[in-house]
């Protein structure tokens, strides 16, 4: 009688669980599926798929777009991702001290731009940037600057820009979740250190900074798995022109798409998988061989 019960009380958990699920298969893990079988095929979007094995992938290796595409994804993650998750972990213990007024509005300044449509961000950076008419390059040249930089043209500065921008955008959620992590430390901690004798920045160091370590690894994992991802900042601040110093692999699986090359985009969108994959791995191995003690 009570495992039936037990088994009757079951029933309503997996109904709230299969639309969820639905969803997941029907959004995320069918079409996954399908870019994994589409990457075997040379297909225009009309007429019948032709498969051609790995030959995609062979092509994609002797790709002279795909090598600067694939660099600056990975360089726009080393420079963006680091910087966003500590900016907002020193933010989250400067707006955390005792001594620090206006704890609402700081959070709230910080956090705004995060629930900013990333379009609406982009625009407004294209504009501030803009060589003749931006406000950026207008106050350089109001003290002095008679050349100011071209940001979003000259060099390597678009990738900086864009760069500067996301991390700018990404500060204020990382503070927010460390801002609940920090919430949860024991005062005993910063007491016991305190009574040792260790300064402000030893206590952050050595007491803050390990209790905050789940949070980080989350931060850190999310955001190198966003970042590989990256599209939608770099198409709307460079105005859609194609440079080496900005192409990054999900605009070049969008530029793909859009000239009917649709198997060779699968197949640079399975490298960019493959890629979050190992990436999400690496992190995971190297956190669980920290939490040995390896």
Request: aromatic share 14%; hydrophobic share 55%; charged share 10%.
């Amino acid at each position: 009688m009570l495992s039936a019960m037990r088994r009757g009380s079951s029933l309503p958990a997996y109904g709230f669980l299969a639309f969820p699920l639905a969803a997941l298969f029907l959004f995320t893990l069918a079409p996954t599926i399908a870019g994994l079988g589409l990457s075997l095929f040379a297909w225009d979007g009309g007429g019948v798929p032709r498969f051609v094995g790995l030959s995609n992938f062979e092509d994609l290796w002797a790709d002279a777009a795909f090598r600067p595409a694939l660099r600056n994804t990975l360089l726009f993650v080393a420079l963006s991702v680091p910087p966003t998750v500590v900016i907002g972990f020193l933010l989250a213990v400067a707006v955390n001290a005792s001594w620090f007024a206006g704890k609402t509005i700081a959070r709230a300044a910080f956090f705004l731009p995060t629930i900013l449509s990333i379009v609406a961000i982009g625009f407004v950076w294209r504009w501030l940037l803009d060589p003749e008419a931006g406000l950026v390059n207008w106050a350089l040249r109001g003290v002095g600057l008679e050349q100011p930089p071209d940001w979003l043209n000259d060099g390597w500065w678009p990738m900086a820009s864009i760069v500067l921008v996301s991390v700018w955008r990404g500060v204020g959620f990382c503070m927010v979740l460390y801002l609940a992590s920090l919430g949860s430390i024991s005062r005993s901690l910063y007491e016991a250190a305190e009574v040792d004798g260790a300064g402000p920045w030893s206590v952050v160091r050595h007491v803050t900074w390990p209790q905050v370590a789940p949070t980080t690894a989350f931060l850190l994992i999310t955001g190198v798995i966003g970042a590989l991802q990256v599209f939608d900042i770099v198409f709307v601040m460079t105005g859609q022109v194609e440079s080496d110093r900005t192409n990054v692999l999900n605009l070049y699986v969008y530029r793909q798409f859009t000239y009917g090359q649709l198997g060779y985009a699968a197949a640079i969108g399975v490298v960019i998988f493959t890629i979050t994959i190992l990436a999400t791995l690496a992190q995971l191995a190297w956190y669980a061989l920290r939490g040995k003690g390896v």
